[in-house]
């Protein structure tokens, strides 16, 4: 082997390196601002979202995408769809993935949902408009998908992340 390819070899295993400290310090550091979210946000059970490579996207490149999370009191976040909706039976459970905009508004429309969350308490709308930015951010795609993989929904919650396989068109 010439020298010049042992020094192109290195050259890869040290931009593996990198990323793969990259990603191990960008995992713990969400953790770290997911604990602090909980903490911040007392009214909020979960906070729930998928991701996943479409199959298809009318011709043009099919890439990894995060969705937009929903957030929600619903314990475990059971019966929040992935678009923003809470199908259960339960009484005074609310999801809502833009909790800053839906509170703020005037709209007859949110009413309903921003006076759920508005009762159930504990809600900083600041703060989860700051995480979906996070969580939408495409600087942490690459990230998402190594801890949590692709075509997945994740929910988040005090106690963790759990992870499941997501069906999507």
Not at 3 to 16: C, P, R, V, Y
Not at 34 to 60: C, H, L, R, S
């Amino acid at each position: 082997m010439s020298t010049l390819q042992e020094k192109f070899d290195e050259l890869l295993a040290e931009q593996a390196e990198l990323k793969r400290k990259f990603q191990e310090q960008a995992q713990e550091m969400f953790k770290g601002v997911t604990k602090e979210f909980f903490e911040k946000n007392p009214g909020i059970a979960a906070v729930v979202w998928t991701q996943y490579t479409p199959y298809f996207n009318d011709g043009d490149t099919c890439t990894f995408g995060v969705h937009e999370p929903t957030f929600t009191n619903s314990p475990n976040g059971e019966d929040v769809t992935p678009w923003g909706e809470y199908e259960g039976e339960e009484e005074g459970v609310w999801a809502c993935e833009n909790v800053g905009y839906v509170l703020a508004s005037d709209r007859s429309y949110y009413k309903e949902t921003a006076d759920a969350i508005l009762a159930a308490g504990g809600v900083d709308a600041a703060s989860c408009d700051a995480f979906s930015r996070m969580i939408n951010s495409s600087e942490m795609e690459d990230i998402f998908l190594a801890m949590f993989g692709d075509h997945v929904k994740v929910t988040a919650t005090r106690e963790g992340f759990d992870v499941e396989d997501y069906e999507h068109d």
